[in-house]
């Protein structure tokens, strides 16, 4: 027993390690100057809004069938408790501890696509998952691949939480392209061309901008306002605010979804409507099309048939079309991990280029402990206990111990690298930015622990298996 024990913590430790040398190799990338932080911003980019799609669908719509329905929907249930749970986790060590308030983003999201698939690949190389493999799984019964349909269906929810706030954050990996500078001068123009002729009044306080007007001129201030922009709750003031920071805010705010508002309505709308129209406006996000395309498809007899069977079955897509989108699918696996060596070593190299000259800033000893201990043993033991008593006792999660694997690791790992920007463009300080940058560096590079969780679920899934 100590003996079969040994070898699957070793082999787990294995599959974790593979996992951080390929961030590592990332990293080396920046340092040998082969790649830079403008760089990862664009893997980032496609990776999320080009290849997560196509992997989506290809792995949903292959693995879901009108019969199994049922286990997709336990995984968005799961998804919703346990982003709660992480939230008001983060929430309460904020308000409770008095830590920073990016501790919410920091528990709430975890790396749920690249990593976790990374880290499932690897695990079925190393064997350990064969305990989990159904006898009877029938005709193209492929465990790893419905393991990663799982993972997908679990970070669907979590694509659409970051999108919704993202534009708010100036995400890396869900950012939305800013505006320029003149096309905003061009819409304030535009919104003085309107209101033109309506009243003498209103005219008045009007100024034609220039290429010498301020962005943010007492008009249109509030028009403009950063007050929406918090997403997360915070003790903290926002700090003083400079026309560097507010021109930014100004120009992120500035993101009119063209085909519902007009640009003149959009500017007359309060802060409040606004937030609201841009946070489900923004839900409608490549990853979420990608997978309800995908469960149309795996629903449908006829489609499934056509995208996903053999040719001479039927399947006429599934020579060229499905297998081009499996083919640029694959690639999101192992580029986004590279890219979050790349974004964290830039971050760290830059925070502390940044504090050339002052006292060292280390990261906060507390919350650190907090962190690492809510992601690394916290979530192991509430997904394996919860998953472990439903598998049991119930039949809620089903009958695959594949599934119940995949639920038990969903909410565990280190935080997504995309806080890193978030920070950036909030009202926290260099000091906070840099302490961010080395929370999420040190969290990576402990992720090697999970192997204790990896062994823990393994053992959990083959006992209420039996």
């Not at 003031?237 to 992120?252: E, F, G, H, K, Y």
């Amino acid at each position: 027993m100590a003996s079969s024990l040994t070898v699957s913590l070793v082999a787990a430790f294995q599959a974790s390690m593979a996992v951080l040398l390929v961030i590592f190799y990332g990293a080396l990338s920046v340092y040998m100057k082969l790649l830079d932080s403008r760089s990862a911003k664009m893997m980032s980019k496609i990776s999320v809004k080009f290849f997560l799609p196509a992997l989506e669908f290809v792995k949903i719509g292959r693995e879901l069938h009108a019969g199994g329905g049922h286990r997709y929907n336990v995984i968005l249930i799961w998804a919703c408790l346990t982003h709660t749970i992480s939230f008001l986790l983060g929430a309460g060590a904020h308000f409770i501890f008095g830590m920073p308030d990016w501790i919410t983003a920091t528990i709430m999201f975890n790396n749920t696509t690249s990593y976790p698939l990374m880290l499932i690949q690897a695990l079925d190389q190393t064997g350990l998952l064969n305990p989990l493999i159904l006898e009877d799984g029938g005709t193209g019964y492929n465990p790893v691949e419905q393991a990663k349909s799982y993972f997908l269906v679990y970070s669907v929810l979590s694509s659409c939480l970051t999108f919704a706030i993202g534009p708010r954050m100036m995400d890396t990996e869900f950012a939305i392209d800013p505006p320029e500078e003149e096309d905003l001068l061009s819409a304030l123009a535009q919104v003085q061309q309107d209101r033109e002729g309506e009243s003498e009044e209103e005219s008045e306080g009007l100024h034609f901008p220039t290429e010498h007007t301020n962005l943010l001129s007492p008009r249109h201030r509030p028009a403009i306002s950063s007050r929406s922009n918090s997403f997360f709750p915070s003790r903290r003031a926002s700090l003083t605010s400079s026309p560097t920071r507010d021109t930014n805010r100004a120009i992120v705010y500035e993101r009119r979804p063209s085909s519902i508002v007009s640009r003149r309505r959009w500017f007359e709308l309060s802060d409040r409507v606004r937030w609201w129209l841009l946070f489900f406006y923004d839900f409608l996000n490549a990853p979420l099309l990608g997978a309800v395309a995908g469960a149309i498809v795996g629903l449908s007899p006829v489609l499934h048939r056509s995208f996903f069977n053999e040719t001479v079955d039927g399947g006429i897509f599934t020579a060229w079309l499905t297998a081009s989108l499996e083919n640029i699918g694959i690639l999101f696996v192992s580029l986004p991990v590279v890219g979050a060596g790349v974004s964290l070593y830039s971050a760290v190299t830059k925070t502390s280029e940044k504090g050339k000259g002052k006292q060292p800033v280390g990261t906060p000893w507390f919350t650190t402990l907090y962190v690492l201990f809510v992601r690394f043993a916290v979530w192991p033991v509430i997904s394996t206990g919860i998953i472990y008593y439903l598998a049991k006792n119930t039949d809620w999660v089903g009958e695959d111990p594949m599934l119940w694997f995949s639920m038990m690791f969903m909410p565990l790992g280190p935080s997504a690298v995309k806080l890193i920007t978030m920070v950036e463009v909030s009202d926290a300080s260099e000091e906070d930015q840099h302490k961010v940058a080395k929370l999420l560096a040190i969290s990576y590079a402990v992720s090697p622990v999970m192997c204790f969780a990896v062994v823990g679920s393994l053992n959990a899934c083959q006992a209420a298996r039996s």
